[in-house]
């Protein structure tokens, strides 16, 4: 997996809120599920590993919340297990779609 966000640290990445971080990571996963929806697999694998890069960065600028690290620890298994894994947790894409909406939305309101 290569690096996209290369000049993104974990100290930058802090100063968001919580919620503006997880609709930041539910951008990518939507374009991830657009692209595998129109069958550009490439296109929606680089997505799907920028998404991971961004859960890493909150996984990293959230450890001191118990909480939040592991809702985005499960989120982050549950997504490499829709992409990649066996989908043993039977997500669908409207779940994911509808997971992080509330999240864009509400970073949305603070705006």
Known sequence: MNLQHKNLTVERW??????EQMANVGSEVERA???LNKGN???SQRAFE???ELVDLTLAANCASLSRLKEVARVREALVDYFFGSNEYHSTEQQWKKYFFYFALAARKNY
């Open 41 to 43: 697999k490439p296109y």
């Open 33 to 35: 599920l657009n692209w």
């Open 14 to 19: 802090s100063q968001m809120s919580f919620i």
């Open 50 to 52: 920028r998404a991971l």
